[in-house]
Every structure is written in C-alpha cells, then in structure tokens.
C-alpha cells in the first residue's frame, strides 16, 4: 500500500501494455491520468488509444521496437485528449519493454508533466511540429544516398554529409572487426593519423566501440561527465577531441554485428528517444551499405583475379605482326564467363590465335572456359593442325559434359571457338572454326569485308564432328579481327546490322597500324558498344554489359601506302578478296556474291554492284555445274576512287573453255556469255597449266555508259593464249590489265 500510495501522490501511475492480446490494465492513478474513473482497469488497446493524440500514440511503436533492440526504457511524452480532442494533459510514460510471443509486453510507469498546456492540442511542436517532418525527409534522403553508394569510400563520405535535424555530429567513425581486434575503417572531422592508437586495440578493451561491438546494444554518452565514470581509461584518448556528447551504435546486418558507428557532438545533446530512433535507424541504413558495398568489392576482387588468371597477355614481339585484345566482362553475378582468347606458340615456329565462347554468363561457364583454354594449348603444343585440335577439343567437352551431366545433373554446355594457325613470315592464316563468327580484315585501303571459312558444330556437342580448314593470306599492311558475338550482337543487333557497326568503326579509323593505333582502335570497338570504360584496356565499364566480349586484333607490318621514289605519286592500296567455294558447299555462291556486294560498297555506280554480282554468280555456278573441281575466286580493285577498276578471276581445273550457245526463249541456262559482252567493261577466259581462268573486269569512270571504247567488252571477249574465242569468233589474243 505504501508503494501505491507514494505513487499516487507523485501523479504517478501503473499500467501494463500486452501487445500480443491488445489488453491494457491501469491502476487508479494511471486509469486518473487518461481521464477515466480513478479506480483500477482493464481496457481494449482501442479504449486506450482513444486517450491520446493519434500522432503520439503513432510514436509508441516505434519507441518501443527502440528500446527493445538497445535493451533500454522506452520513454515517450503522450498528450492526453477528451472526447472532444481536447489535451487535457501531457504525461510522460518509462517503460520496460519485454519480448513475448506474437508481440511485446510494456509495464511502466505514466506520470503527468507539470507545465501549462495551451488550449490547442497542435500545440506541442517539440514531437509533432517541423522537427518530425524534418527528420523524415532527412532519412528519406540518408537512405536513398546510401542505398546508391557503390564502395566503402562512397559509404563513409555519404555518412560524413549527413546533416541530421537539429543535431549534426561533429565527428565520424567506423569501427570493424579483425579477428579479436577493432579497426578503424573511416573517420570524418578528426585529422590524418588520429586513429591510430583506436587501431591497437582487441574486442575486450573498455572503450565503447568495444563494448558496442561484444554487446550489440547502443552507448549513449551526453557529457563528458558520464564518459569518465564509465570508460576512465579510455577517456584520455576521447578527451584531446574536445568533444561534449557522444553516441556509439552496433552495425548490425542480417543479424550479425560487423561493426560500430561513433556520432561525436561539439555541442550538448540529451539523446531523447526520437534522437536515439533517428541515430539507430541511421546505424541500420549504414551498417546494410557497408555490408553491400564489401560484398561488391569482395566480388570486385575475385572477379578481377579470375579473369587475370584465366586471360593471358598477348604476346608482343611476334616478328612483322602487331597484336591488340581486349576482354570485357558481363555486368551481372561476379562479372565472369565463358569468352576468352589465348595466343599459343607452336612447335612449327607459328603462333596459334584462340578465341572462343562457352555458353553462360555464370561461375560454371568460367570454368569449363579454363578447362578447355587448357587442354586447347596442350593439343596445339602436341603439333596438331587446326581441324584436328578442335576435334579433340570437341570430345574434351563433350566428355565434360557427360561426367557433370551424369554426377551432378547439371545441364550440357557447348562452345563457339575460331582456331587460326598464323605463320608471320608469309602471313599465311590456316583457319578452323566451331561455330564461331567468321574472322574480319581491314584491307590496306581502310575496307572491311568479313570472310566466310569453313565450320563445323560448336565444341561439345558431337564429338565426331568434323572441322575443315581454310586457308586465308594476311596481306601486308592488313589487320584480322576476331571477336566473340557480344560485340556483335550487343544492343538488339543481329549478326547484319552488327557487322555494319563494326564496319563503319573500323573503316573510319585513321590513326595507323601500329602498336599504338591497333590498341586506340580495340578501345574504339568496345567503346562503341559500350560507352568509355572507368579502367583502361581490360578494366570493367561502367555501364552493365548485355554479354562477354573478346576480341583480338593481327596487323601484319608494311605494304599500306607504300610512298613512292623519283617523285613518283605513292602507290594505290588495291584491294583483295580470295574465296573458294566447293563442289560440296554450292550454298557458299551466297557467300560470294556477299564478299562482291562488300567489295564494292563504294563504288560509284550501284548498277555496276549489281551486273559484277550478278556475273560472279553465274560464273561460279557454271564451274560448280559444269566441272568436277571447286572455284576459287578471286577479285581486285585498283586504281583512284572515281576511276577505279575491279577485275574477277574464277578459276577452275577444268580444261574445257566456254561456248557460246543459243538459248531458246524458255531455256534456264546458256546465257552467261551473254551476260557478261553486255555488263562487263572487258571480259576473256585464260587457259593454263592446271585448268583456265574465266575473268571479267568494270571500270568505274564508265558509269552508265557502258563499256569503255576500245576494250574487249565492246568488241568481244578476250581469250589469253587460246585459240579462238567462245563466240567463234576470229582468233584475238588480249593481254591481261595489268
């Protein structure tokens, strides 16, 4: 009774608060100061909550879920209302918040402040005037900058301009954890060097960031008083600070302490409860932003190892050739996968250029890449040709692939791979392919033409598949470029419309075909898909990458636009393309007429693009039809832009020469001679050794005009060294242009 009656004579009254079933129970003194009848109660949480101003009572959660994280009194000013929404008076309530299932339990204590209340009960700015609204937008920006930061550093400077309402600390720290030591890993408003001696110390020192750390409940310090009875060791290295209130809060994520936050203030401050709510849900917000921008750097790191694991440097001193590449990474997971390409010396004194693409963006994907770079080096560095290592290479993965299928039921992955055997001496290119993108040449004059070359299936996927070999000549002053289809196809382009892209950047560049010029034009391929890139060469982008991206880049030295003597004019680049098409591949004649259309992409007359496609054509599938050999094609444009030549060999073994022959009106064929006396600026068949040699030649200053007078075109055709022409026409012998 002594106890109830003490109490009651301080205004001071007993309530309990069960969260879980929603009953309140108020003694006489409490149950007077909600303005019900002074005896005791037990009420709904509706009943009560009807007693107080709905923003106050809104606030309770919140002080509660407080108090029960830092294990302290959950203190709280209420205003009490009538029926009317009138305040009747404000009481303060200190209570001890208790964890129970489904919710809380409060017991404590409601005693009515002694200060005069105006009539209004809008009244009381201290907790619902300008200072909440101000401390929601504070957070709502806090978290929204911490939420963007993308490293520590960027998390600690965010923190650093914080500017809490009405209480902005003057000094920041951020303790971690290293093994049973704290380390320091930021401060703001102290000088370089003072965070050393916080740098020594273990988890069992009495400092407050220790205490915080082992204990995961906050420390709140407001004057330098309460900081020296508690901590009076560690108070000669807070005092040189000059500081006057602190606040040490655990960073807590998903559970686990991983640090602490020190708040210091130049000025006085009480640390009320929505202080203490602010300060706690800023320790949150910073703790989450930490742990997430350790996890990305974390990554960051193992990314960057893997990929300088798993790509080598090229080589740079292989003799007469110049080599550039570049990987980019996919900007998803831990930015690693499946491309990659490798330079390998050969027993031959050749060099092996590798580039390829394993399926998957994915940790999984970066290892079979590893696994089968391997083994591709161990089958060249046994001697084997191309198509013979990528035979091999192919029953690697497909064995892969059965033993992963089979243990542990993952999916089969196949890959994309282009195996190019290089001799620098001749630059002689022995190409084999598994699916892969074809390779490119820039040719002397700035022309890019893709090259078709014969494939086979992606690695992987029959391991009885077989790889034909083409042969290609890398003429001097020429540049290869060989990529994997992220450079390609990124951007919602298909192989057509990709290939242009890289077309017009590649034809555009200028800046020579050195070792310099040839790294400037790899950055300039990547750029153009991707934007510039925060690290030079193979440093990640800064944008997200849709896919993988390698690309290698061969200049052969010399032979460009070799400058004249004696005053002479510098001779014209002239530019070639060189193309077999087999008895068994006629799909190729697509492909032919391509290389023709790529060829003469700029020629002045787009009708003269159309009868060289259209002879070629014709000229290829005659030799496919009427022979038992392949054709090989060959095409040549010299000469200055305006007046330029382009001259078409299809050679064949057979030694048989074309007739002329007379068509009827629904015939299908018999009319390529005809064609080609009414399209070609000069045209003539030369027999030799092994078979003959059909050619036709354009010029481009005759335009629409025609053939130019006095050329074979517009007499006849011409027949080197045979003895009488298609037509049946008198003999004529006509040399070849030179």
């Known amino acids: 009774m002594r106890t109830k009656e003490l109490l009651a004579a301080i205004a001071t009254g007993l ?5 879980a079933t929603g009953r309140v129970s108020l003694d006489a003194e409490a149950a007077r100061l909600l303005g019900l009848p002074a005896e005791p109660v037990e009420l709904g949480e509706g009943a009560v909550r009807s007693r107080f101003h709905p923003v106050d009572f809104a606030e309770i959660n919140g002080v509660v879920q407080l108090a029960v994280s830092e294990r302290t009194l959950a203190e709280a000013r209420l205003r009490v209302v009538d029926t009317d929404g009138r305040v009747l008076r404000i009481v303060r309530t200190r209570s001890r918040p208790m964890k129970a299932d489904g919710g809380f339990i409060l017991v404590g204590t409601l005693q009515e402040v002694p200060e005069p209340q105006p009539d209004t009960g809008s009244a009381h700015t201290p907790i619902t005037g300008d200072w909440r609204r101000s401390r929601e937008a504070f957070l709502l920006d806090a978290g929204r900058a911490l939420a963007e930061a993308r490293s520590t550093a ?55 960031a220790a205490e915080v750390i082992r204990t995961g409940r906050a420390i709140y310090l407001p004057n330098p008083d309460a900081y020296l009875e508690r901590y009076p060791t560690a108070w000669p290295l807070a005092a040189r600070f000059d500081r006057v209130s602190w606040a040490f809060l655990p960073l807590i994520n998903a559970g686990r302490t991983i640090g602490a936050w020190m708040a210091g203030f130049n000025h006085p401050v009480t640390f009320t409860p929505d202080e203490r709510s602010v300060l706690t849900t800023v320790a949150r917000m910073l703790a989450q932003a930490l742990a997430r921008a350790s996890a990305q750097e974390s990554q960051h790191e193992l990314s960057v190892g893997l990929q300088r694991s798993m790509m080598p440097t090229v080589q740079p001193d292989i003799p007469g050739m110049t080599v550039a590449a570049r990987y980019v990474p996919t900007g998803g997971g831990l930015e690693v996968g499946g491309d990659w390409y490798d330079m390998i010396p050969l027993p031959s004194g050749r060099i092996a250029l590798v580039i390829g693409d394993v399926q998957g963006h994915d940790v999984r994907a970066a290892g079979l890449m590893g696994q089968l770079r391997i083994a591709l080096r161990a089958y060249a560095s046994e001697g084997h040709h191309p198509d013979a290592v990528l035979s091999r290479a192919s029953r690697f993965l497909a064995g892969i692939n059965e033993t992963e299928g089979g243990v542990q039921g993952a999916d089969p992955r196949f890959a994309t791979c282009l195996y190019i055997e290089v001799d620098p001496a001749t630059g002689l290119l022995d190409i084999a392919r598994a699916g892969h993108p074809d390779p490119a040449i820039r040719m002397n004059d700035g022309t890019m033409l893709v090259r078709p070359t014969s494939g086979g299936l992606p690695l992987g996927i029959d391991p009885d598949t077989d790889y034909p070999t083409t042969r290609l000549v890398l003429e001097p002053g020429e540049t290869m470029m060989v990529c994997t289809d992220g450079l390609i196809e990124t951007g919602g382009h298909d192989l057509e419309t990709g290939w242009a892209r890289l077309r017009e950047i590649i034809e555009r560049h200028d800046d020579g075909a050195d070792a310099e010029g040839l790294e400037r034009l790899a950055d300039e391929l990547v750029q153009a898909v991707h934007g510039p890139s925060s690290h030079h060469r ?36 002239v530019r070639r393309t060189v193309l077999t098409v087999a008895q068994a591949e006629p799909e190729r004649i697509g492909e032919a007429r391509r290389q023709i259309r790529d060829v003469l992409h700029d020629w002045a007359d787009p009708d003269q693009v159309d009868s060289a496609v259209l002879m070629v054509s014709e000229m290829v599938t005659n030799v496919l039809l009427h022979t038992d050999g392949d054709a090989l094609l060959i095409a040549e444009i010299s000469g200055v832009r305006g007046g330029r030549r382009i001259r078409v060999d299809v050679a064949d073994g057979s030694d048989e020469l074309p007739h002329r022959r007379s068509p009827g009106e629904l015939a299908s064929s018999g009319r390529g001679l005809m064609l080609m006396e009414l399209l070609a600026g ?28 006095g050329s074979a075109g517009a007499s006849g055709p011409a027949v080197s060294g045979g003895p009488a022409g298609p037509s049946g026409g008198p003999e004529e012998s006509v040399p070849e242009p030179a």
């Open 15 to 19: 309530w309990r608060w069960d969260d």
């Open 154 to 208: 960027e998390v600690l400077r965010v923190a650093a301009g914080l500017s809490m309402p009405g209480f902005t600390p003057d000094g920041l720290a951020v303790f971690g954890i290293e093994g049973d030591r704290i380390s320091v890993i930021g401060h703001h408003g102290h000088k370089h060097g003072d965070e050393r001696p916080f740098t020594e110390m273990t988890l069992s020192t009495d400092y407050p």
């Open 538 to 573: 193979t440093g990640p982008l800064i944008d997200r990458r849709e896919d993988d991206i390698a690309v290698l880049l061969l200049n052969r030295e010399g032979g460009s636009c070799g400058v004249g003597t004696g005053g002479r004019m510098p001779q014209q680049p």
């Open 682 to 709: 000069a045209w003539g068949v030369d027999p030799r050794g092994d078979g003959k040699s059909t050619w036709f030649e354009i010029y481009e200053d005759a335009g629409a005009d025609g053939p130019v007078p």
